[in-house]
Nanobody
């Protein structure tokens, strides 16, 4: 089992920045690929970004490329999502997730462990 706790959400104006953090409970954190997903009201939970176990490989949804950056610190058992140039359409609950896949994955179904989510609201 991996327990994940997100933090860093909040209310920000369009064009602003936020940094989300996700702390994992296990010392084997480095054995998991990590991902960020988001869910807006009435919509599906969509992929945002993923990072490999070592942090050497990443992938992003087209809608956030060039604005968001995923990173991880395996010594601190933490994954981050730096969000710049925020837009109102980025408003959602953001979830981090852990996957045992060898590299990384954009598929929600490959992530068995999820955090409780943190709200991000971007005002226009």
């Amino acid at each position: 089992q991996v327990q994940l706790v997100e933090s860093g959400g909040g209310l920000v104006q369009a064009g602003g920045s936020l940094r989300l953090s996700c702390a994992a409970s296990r010392r084997t954190f480095s054995q998991y690929a990590m991902g960020w997903f988001r869910q807006a009201p009435g919509k599906d939970r969509d992929f945002v970004a993923t990072i490999s176990r070592s942090g050497g490989s990443t992938d992003y949804a087209d809608s956030v490329k060039g604005r968001f950056t995923i990173s991880r610190d395996n010594a601190k058992n933490t994954v981050y999502l730096q969000m710049n140039g925020l837009k109102p359409e980025d408003t959602a609950v953001y979830y981090c997730a852990a996957s045992p896949v060898p590299l990384f994955t954009t598929s929600r179904t490959h992530y068995p462990y999820w955090g409780q989510g943190t709200q991000v609201t971007v005002s226009s």
